[in-house]
C-alpha cells in the first residue's frame, strides 16, 4: 500500500528566509505531484515531476524528485507573504487504486514579515 | 474546454437525507476519482473509475456510492447523510498512459450534515 509522508505539517517562516518541504513515499512511483491550495479554494498544480533527478522550478519555488530514495523536496527561496499557503505532495498510485494520486497530509505555510 | 466541474458548491443536509454530487469533465479522461479532505488528513479517496462502467473503492468508501455511466460524468451519492461526511470533496480526472501527465480538480463542494 502506498503511504506519502509530508514534513513539516506546520512551517513559519520570515520573508527572505529559504526552507525545504520533504514528502517521502513508499512504493515504487514516476509521477509525484505538488499543489497549493489556498483556503477555501481547489489545488492548484504547482510541478509534475516524472523521472530520476527531474528538478523543476517556478518563481521562487523549486521542486526535486528522487526515485530511488522516494524523497521529493520543495524548496522555498527568500519566502514572501504570498507564499502562505497549504502546500500538497502527490503520488501516482501504479497499485491497488491505479491511477489515482495519494495525498500526504500537506504542509501549512505561514510566512510572516 | 471547462475541464472538471464540480456542483453544488455548498450543500447542507439534514442527517438521513441522501444527495449527489455530480462531477463531469470534458478532457476525454479515463480516470476519474472523489477525494474528501479534512482538517489535518490531506486529500482521501473515497471511490474512482478507470473508465465508463468499471468503478472500485478507494480508502474511505463507505457511505457513499459511486457509478460511472459515461465518460464524462462521474457523480458521488451519500445513501443517508451523517454528520461525519462533513467535508469538502473534490472531484479529480486524469489522464494515464496516454502521455498526459496532469491531475485536474473540480473547484470543490463544501458539505455540511447537521
Known amino acids: 500500500e502506498l503511504k506519502v509522508e509530508q514534513n513539516p505539517l506546520f512551517l513559519s517562516m520570515q520573508e527572505g528566509k529559504n526552507y525545504t518541504i520533504y514528502c517521502n513515499y513508499s512504493?515504487?512511483?514516476?509521477?509525484l505531484y505538488w499543489y497549493r491550495q489556498d483556503p477555501g479554494k481547489s489545488l492548484e498544480s504547482l510541478f509534475v515531476?516524472?523521472?530520476?533527478?527531474a528538478v523543476k522550478q517556478e518563481g521562487r519555488l523549486m521542486a526535486s524528485l528522487d526515485t530511488k530514495a522516494r524523497l521529493s523536496t520543495l524548496h522555498i527561496t527568500a519566502a514572501v507573504h504570498d507564499l502562505s499557503a497549504t502546500y500538497f505532495c502527490?503520488?501516482?498510485?501504479?497499485?491497488?487504486?491505479?491511477?489515482?494520486?495519494?495525498f500526504g497530509k500537506g504542509t501549512k505555510l505561514s510566512v510572516k514579515p | 474546454n471547462a475541464g472538471v466541474t464540480q456542483t453544488p458548491k455548498f450543500q447542507v443536509l439534514k442527517t438521513g437525507q441522501s444527495m449527489t454530487l455530480q462531477c463531469a469533465q470534458d478532457m476525454n479522461h479515463e480516470y476519474m476519482s472523489w477525494y474528501r479532505q479534512d482538517p489535518g488528513m490531506g486529500l482521501r479517496l473515497i471511490h474512482y473509475s478507470v473508465g465508463a462502467g468499471i468503478t472500485d473503492q478507494g480508502e474511505v468508501p463507505n457511505g457513499y456510492n459511486v457509478s460511472r455511466s459515461t465518460t464524462e460524468d462521474f457523480p458521488l451519492r451519500l445513501l443517508s447523510a451523517a454528520p461525519s461526511q462533513t467535508s469538502v470533496y473534490f472531484c479529480?480526472?486524469?489522464?494515464?498512459?496516454?502521455?498526459?501527465?496532469?491531475?485536474?480538480f473540480g473547484q470543490g463542494t463544501r458539505l455540511t450534515v447537521v
Open positions: 479529480a480526472s486524469t489522464a494515464v498512459g496516454t502521455g498526459s501527465t496532469e491531475a485536474f
Open positions: 512504493t515504487t512511483s514516476d509521477r
Open positions: 515531476l516524472l523521472s530520476n533527478g
Open positions: 502527490a503520488v501516482m498510485n501504479y497499485g491497488g487504486s491505479q491511477g489515482n494520486l495519494i
